[in-house]
Structure formats: structure tokens, C-alpha cells
């Protein structure tokens, strides 16, 4: 399994409107060898996975193309409540696109409610984590990696 893990880099995209938890979740995850993209908002994650296009003023058309993501993303880790776009609107956008409905989508979240953690998980999401993430938390991801990969 040693031999997987040096020719294969899992590329997950943090989505997290708070600095103090994207860079933990961030940190995390490069430590358990993951390449990470972390973003501050639904709207760049969804930029990100050209979803949408970057209003920045720039003129560049070829920022939606058909093969979205230029970089392959493995997995999806997004805090449930942020301005804008939330996780949830993240995850129901990611299941309806055709191109990336395939891509395992976490949801994180300080509150513990269970109707809002039932939704997630009806809806798509692979997991559900409390905040703070945990080392324990993160080390549930690989199976759905693995998943995505097949």
C-alpha cells in the first residue's frame, strides 16, 4: 500500500469561509499527504471547479471549457454554513453537474444538528464532521478516495 500512496497524491478542495478552520483542515490533510486548494467561499470553490465563471474583469474565455477542472480534484470538504453559497448549496450543485456529480463531498460544521446532517447526507454528501476536525476525522476519507478514483 506504501507503493500507492507515493504514485498517487489525493487532491482535495477546502472550502471554508473561516481562516482559523481552513487552515486547520488544511493542515490536517497535508499531513496525512494531501495535495489541498483551500478556498474562503462557495463562489471560488465553484470557480475553482469552473461551474461558474470568474467575474474578476478578466477576459480569458477559456476559464469554461467542458472538462472543467484543469487540476483533478478527489474530494470536496466544505463548511455547511457560509456567506453566499453555502455547503449545502456547494454539495447540491456539484451532485447536479453531470461532470463532477461523481466527486465525494464532505460537509463540516460546528452545530450538531440532525436534521441539517440527515439533509447533507441525503442529498450526497459522503460524510458529515464536526467541528473541530480531528486527525480521526480526516483518516475516514481515503475509502471514499479510493472510490472516486475507481
Known amino acids: 500500500m506504501g507503493e500507492l500512496a507515493t504514485e498517487t497524491q489525493f ?9 482559523i478552520d481552513r487552515k486547520l ?15 474562503d467561499s462557495g463562489v471560488k470553490a465553484l470557480e475553482f471547479l469552473g461551474l461558474i465563471e470568474d467575474d474578476s474583469g478578466s477576459n480569458d474565455s477559456t476559464r469554461r471549457n ?5 487540476v483533478e480534484v478527489n474530494l470536496i470538504i466544505t463548511d455547511y454554513c457560509m456567506p453566499g453559497i453555502t ?3 456547494l454539495l447540491i450543485k456539484i451532485k447536479e453537474s ?5 466527486i465525494p463531498v464532505v460537509i ?7 436534521s441539517r ?8 454528501a459522503q ?17 471514499h478516495l479510493f472510490r472516486g478514483k475507481a
Open 66 to 70: 467542458p472538462h472543467p477542472h484543469e
Open 11 to 19: 487532491h482535495v478542495l477546502a472550502v471554508d469561509d473561516s481562516i
Open 25 to 39: 483542515i488544511e493542515r490536517l490533510l497535508k499531513t496525512s499527504s494531501y495535495q489541498v486548494t483551500a478556498v
Open 108 to 114: 463540516m460544521s460546528s452545530e450538531n444538528v440532525q
Open 98 to 102: 453531470t461532470s463532477l456529480r461523481d
Open 117 to 124: 446532517i440527515n439533509n447533507c447526507l441525503e442529498k450526497g
Open 87 to 89: 455547503g449545502y448549496d
Open 127 to 143: 460524510e458529515f464532521f464536526l467541528k473541530p476536525v480531528q486527525q480521526s476525522d480526516v483518516n475516514k476519507l481515503r475509502p
